[in-house]
């Protein structure tokens, strides 16, 4: 259930018998042709099908995270690490507060976690609470399911080009990017990094069949769904 669609005094009502949430996380940045928010829609999207026949609320995704590697393209947005730490913690106290004490982040941009040990230092405060985050592209059975279909898979490449990531108009190319020179990609600035990145994508196909993805897709909600039912404290 979103947590646009309840009202504070159902909430309260609801944390007396359950106390589990989950929040999104994503990013706002390049993604070669597709979506800027495709971080933020994924993760949101799996999230609230997965806690669907749970009843657990789902909060809005947090749209912005960490990409200051790709700073230098156009539409992209960067939360310093310093900001990110602060607005997460201030999260998580607003839902202890609450009430809420199981708390799921289902995060869909691998830059945003360094927030790990904010997580642990956190629950050391709170020692009545359990935080997750859960990283639900490269979760176990979801990586696997990702692998299984295509082990050329990255950033921005096939593995994130749903029908609901894609932009209306923009053509995808049927190529096959190689692999970028991570290493050389890593020590320069991100208007370099642009330069050695091209449109957006690491490595692998920039799309795949709808079928295929449908099934990478059932798997994540699945696994996401497990997070939240299961593995608390
Ligand atoms: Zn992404």
Not at 20 to 45: F, N, W
């Amino acid at each position: 259930m979103r947590i646009r669609d309840m009202n504070w005094s159902q909430v309260e009502a609801r944390v007396a018998g359950d106390d589990r949430c989950v929040l999104p996380i994503g990013s706002v940045e390049q993604h070669a042709y597709l979506s800027l928010a495709t971080d933020m829609i994924l993760a949101e999207k799996v999230s609230v099908e997965a806690a669907e026949p749970l009843g657990v609320p789902v909060y809005p995704c947090l749209p912005f995270g960490m990409a200051s590697s790709f700073a230098a393209y156009p539409g992209t947005i960067s939360i310093t690490l310093r900001s990110y730490i602060g607005v997460i913690e201030d999260i998580l106290d607003s839902l202890h507060r609450g009430g809420f004490r199981r708390i799921l982040i289902v995060n869909g941009h691998g830059g945003n976690t360094p927030v790990n040990p904010l997580l642990s230092e956190w629950m050391n405060r709170h020692p009545d609470s359990s935080v997750k985050l859960h990283d639900w592209w490269r979760a176990p059975a979801t990586m696997a399911k990702v692998l299984e279909t295509d082990a050329q898979a990255s950033h921005a490449s096939w593995m994130e080009n749903f029908p609901w990531t894609r932009i209306e108009g923009a053509p995808i190319p049927n190529t096959v990017k190689q692999r970028i020179d991570f290493a050389a990609v890593g020590r320069v600035d991100a208007l370099r990094k642009r330069e050695r990145i091209g449109e957006g994508n690491y490595h692998g196909r920039f799309q795949r069949p709808d079928d295929e993805m449908a099934a990478i897709w059932q798997v994540a909600v699945e696994e996401t769904r497990r997070e939240i039912a299961e593995g608390w404290h």
